[in-house]
């Protein structure tokens, strides 16, 4: 490298190469640290149950060609990588249990509380509310009853059950139902897609809709909760999300809103 004294074109090209290079090498050096830095957080998080890891809770993207259409599948294991569950609760608008006809986007919700609110619930007549029985926190909390519609809830072990709403409340409880909601219909019962019985109630089930669908399978004890469409796309069908369903092993499924 010419000295400081060199003062041709070459000298000074020189000295700006050596600097770049100074430069790179500390910003290089800042950036690992920072790396490293943001591992040991992600890794303490997860020892605490504080984050999800991609083995944990994971998102895949899939694509209906019958439906010429995207869907995604998130992908929740039953327990965290300190072994303690992964829980699907609900959460109440703005945390009211009046069933007050209140809404609350569930983007918000995630910005004011917590990034983990992602299933929107929105109820077959806006005009009822909730419907089926509804169960909050292991309460039984005020809904109205459509007795040609269904109840999904999830037990204090972390099965996905269903039940038609001519059910007990009783029988909920003996289940050790913890969070319960109506849905508009079964996709898939014993591992099997259901006869168009269980799904007449879901409005536009043959058309290309934006869905929102939960299932599980029981052998591994995961959950995989379906979304597909939005308002610039028309989404699939309830059989379409049912197939899609069955495909990850799902011993049931129900679907939650559009």
């Not at 944990?56 to 992908?75: H, L, M, N, P, Q």
């Not at 292991?138 to 709403?165: C, E, H, M, Q, V």
């Not at 989404?235 to 369903?245: E, F, I, K, P, Y």
Request: charged content about 20%.
């Amino acid at each position: 490298i010419p000295p400081c004294g060199d003062t041709s074109t070459w000298g000074a090209i020189s000295r700006l190469n050596e600097r770049v290079n100074n430069c790179i090498a500390q910003t290089n050096g800042v950036i690992a640290k920072a790396e490293q830095a943001i591992a040991c957080i992600q890794k303490a998080a997860c020892e605490n149950g504080a984050y999800y890891g991609p083995n944990e809770v994971s998102v895949e993207e899939g694509y209906d060609s019958d439906a010429s259409s995207k869907y995604f599948v998130i992908r929740k294991k039953p327990v965290d990588a300190s072994g303690c569950p992964i829980r699907m609760q609900l959460k109440l608008a703005y945390d009211n249990t009046t069933n007050s006809l209140l809404t609350q986007d569930a983007f918000e919700a995630s910005q004011m509380e917590a990034a983990q609110f992602m299933v929107p619930a929105v109820p077959v007549d806006p005009n009822v509310g909730w419907f089926g029985h509804a169960i909050w926190q292991g309460a039984p909390i005020p809904s109205t009853t459509l007795t040609n519609a269904y109840t999904a809830g999830f037990t204090k072990s972390g099965r996905l059950k269903w039940y038609d709403n001519s059910v007990d409340i009783a029988q909920l409880k003996r289940d050790q139902i913890e969070n319960a909601m109506g849905v508009y219909g079964i996709l898939v019962a014993g591992g099997d897609i259901t006869d168009s019985a269980l799904r007449a109630q879901i409005p536009n089930a043959d058309q290309r809709r934006a869905r929102v669908c939960i299932g599980q399978n029981y052998d591994t004890q995961e959950t995989f909760i379906l979304t597909c469409g939005d308002v610039d796309t028309n989404g699939m069908t309830s059989l379409g999300c049912a197939a899609v369903l069955k495909q990850y092993g799902c011993d049931v499924a129900v679907e939650c809103c559009q």
